[in-house]
């Protein structure tokens, strides 16, 4: 067995580090062990980690561009609140609320983790804002660098580090799902106001097609959903609206994916190559009951991937 093997250590010392230790005490011997472990490296092995380990790569993409398309995606989000995020949340900030495993977390030894969602993040926002103000809608947005340690898929512009624009809305739930049919109305609104934005600043995202995800007992509401975007959509700008209307394709599909509570939208668009790509995924999640153990609590996030539409879908280059 390799001593690399977690299995391979001690059981009585796993044991203790695992469960027997208090965090605190864990935290400081952690810190510790990496201290002494720093203490050892030289400025070569330093080196030699920054040319080869992906997890510390700097971007693809010019941070020039990364800015602009932030400010025209915030722009986009007017009517969210924009939060700037910490870089790390506390440890299990996704795992503990959803179907997702702490090994594709980078985990540090001060007890939190790097952030590799924002919209967990800015639903622990939401939970606390909520014990606060009870009846309040609470609507926010960011726009964030996220690390996520799992396996690259094998296409083009995917990193184990990357930007990702997010909307989150909270609130009580109102009969017949009503603040989750309209909260997923605005959100796929402002995302494709974003994309029509980003048309006028040097982007293109041709062939963009709606889809909407719901298990059996939620169909009803996806396809309520699903008539507020059957008809044409209008591209709008600062000063007039398109005098041509813009197809937008709507599908409804089957959603079998646990982890959303019922329903999911994704927005694709189609790159020069003629590949679709499901640039921006959002729905319902259960997290917020979690989090605040009301069972009327309701939680609607969705994020794009931004530094995705630079790279893949950006025609000139308006910043050096």
Known sequence: MSRTDPVSIDATLRQSLAQGMAATELWSLLLSVLGQRAAQRSPSTVRQQWETDRFVQPCAVNQRTLNELDSHLLAAAADFEALELSPVAPLASCSTVALTS????????????????????????????????PDATIKLTTSHRCVRAQALPKRPGFA???????????????????????????????????????????????????????????????????????????????ERVSEEPRELPVTLETLEHRYYDGLRFMLDAGTP??????????????WLRKLTDNKRMAYVASGMGSQLAAMLFRRVARIA
Do not use: W
């Open 102 to 133: 702490q090994n594709r977390i980078v985990s540090t030894a001060r007890g939190t983790e790097v952030v590799s969602d924002p919209t967990n993040v800015l639903a622990l926002e939401c939970a606390r804002r909520l014990r606060e103000a």
């Open 160 to 238: 184990a580090h990357f930007r990702m624009f997010c909307l989150a809305s909270a609130a009580h739930e109102r009969k017949d799902h009503g603040f989750v049919t309209e909260a997923l109305i605005e959100h796929i609104r402002t995302h494709i106001a974003a994309l029509d934005r980003l048309e006028q600043h040097g982007y293109h995202f041709p062939d963009r097609r709606l889809r909407l995800l719901a298990t059996p007992e939620r169909r009803h509401v996806a396809e309520r959903i699903g008539r507020e975007f059957s008809a044409p959509e209008r591209r709008h700008s600062s």
């Open 273 to 286: 190559d003629g590949n679709a790509v499901p640039l921006i995924d959002g729905g319902a999640f259960d």
